[in-house]
């Protein structure tokens, strides 16, 4: 069953079409990859399905409702959250705090909650959220470190945890494994198979086709903001258009 339906969506900046006519669904519990050579349209509508950009026309359903044209915040709290290319973190804060305000809904207090002192239970419930997710993470021996001090494989852990202590139900990643040694590579596509087992449905932009054609179930492959190719790892390598796209035919 779809979790996500992009329908016909396009996204135009002035006289450039970024995103043209591009529908694709993603099955829930699937890791689903979005791939295509630089330039593709990758990014921009994955900015589009997040609330970062407004679309100039199509739909995006999400659990059968349209979240098309809502706020950022509106679509990460209805379940639906993205990681970025660049680490997006409080560099001066440690890994807890950084993964504390991933929980911020959960820690919410207003002026009834204070005098009734019930602001004192959601914070230690927070901080009880935000410890389980930094021990399902594998970060629990590095709580107390600053994002500052993690290595680039450990801050792209950590973006993923902030990112799932809003607990989401779908999960965008954004070249997750861009930079990495091949070391950091692993680790990460382990964390990303245990991240689906925990029943979290993966949309994966990426350009380690390592990465992608191990862990994906399902492939969407964009070229100059058009769908070129849809299936499985093994249908879209052997795609003779794919291979135009990528290669130049080689």
């Known amino acids: 069953m779809a979790i996500l339906e992009v329908k016909k969506l396009t996204k135009r900046f002035g006289g450039l079409i970024a995103v043209n006519d591009v529908s694709f669904s993603v099955d829930e519990g699937e890791i689903h990859g979005l791939i295509g050579p630089n330039g593709a349209g990758k990014s921009t509508t994955f900015k589009v399905i997040a609330g970062f950009l407004a679309p100039s026309s199509g739909d995006i359903v999400f659990r059968n409702t349209s979240i098309k044209g809502r706020k950022p915040f509106r679509i990460a709290k209805d379940g639906v959250v993205r990681t970025f290319q660049e680490t997006t973190l409080f560099q001066e804060l440690s890994v807890f705090e950084n993964v504390l305000i991933g929980v911020h809904k959960e820690a919410k207090t207003d002026v009834f909650s204070a005098v009734l002192g019930l602001d004192r239970k959601r914070q230690v419930r927070a901080s009880m959220d935000a410890n389980q997710?930094?021990?399902?993470?594998?970060?629990?021996?590095?709580?107390?470190?600053?994002?500052?001090?993690?290595?680039?494989?450990?801050?792209?852990?950590?973006?993923?945890?902030?990112?799932?202590?809003?607990?989401?139900?779908?999960?965008?990643?954004?070249?997750?494994?861009?930079?990495?040694?091949?070391?950091?590579?692993?680790?990460?596509?382990?964390?990303?198979?245990?991240?689906?087992?925990?029943?979290?449905?993966?949309?994966?932009?990426?350009?380690?086709?390592?990465?992608?054609?191990?862990?994906?179930?399902?492939?969407?492959?964009?070229?100059?903001?058009?769908?070129?190719?849809?299936?499985?790892?093994?249908?879209?390598?052997?795609?003779?258009?794919v291979i135009q796209a990528y290669l130049g035919g080689a």
Do not use: W, Y
Request: aromatic share 4%; proline share 6%; with cysteine.
């Open 133 to 241: 997710v930094i021990e399902f993470i594998g970060l629990s021996e590095r709580k107390d470190q600053l994002a500052v001090e993690l290595p680039l494989g450990f801050q792209r852990v950590l973006a993923i945890a902030v990112a799932l202590a809003s607990k989401p139900s779908l999960l965008l990643m954004d070249e997750p494994f861009a930079g990495m040694n091949p070391e950091e590579t692993r680790h990460m596509m382990e964390l990303t198979r245990k991240v689906r087992e925990s029943g979290v449905t993966i949309v994966l932009v990426e350009h380690n086709m390592k990465a992608v054609m191990g862990l994906c179930d399902r492939l969407t492959v964009l070229n100059f903001g058009t769908v070129l190719a849809d299936g499985t790892p093994e249908q879209v390598q052997n795609n003779p258009d």
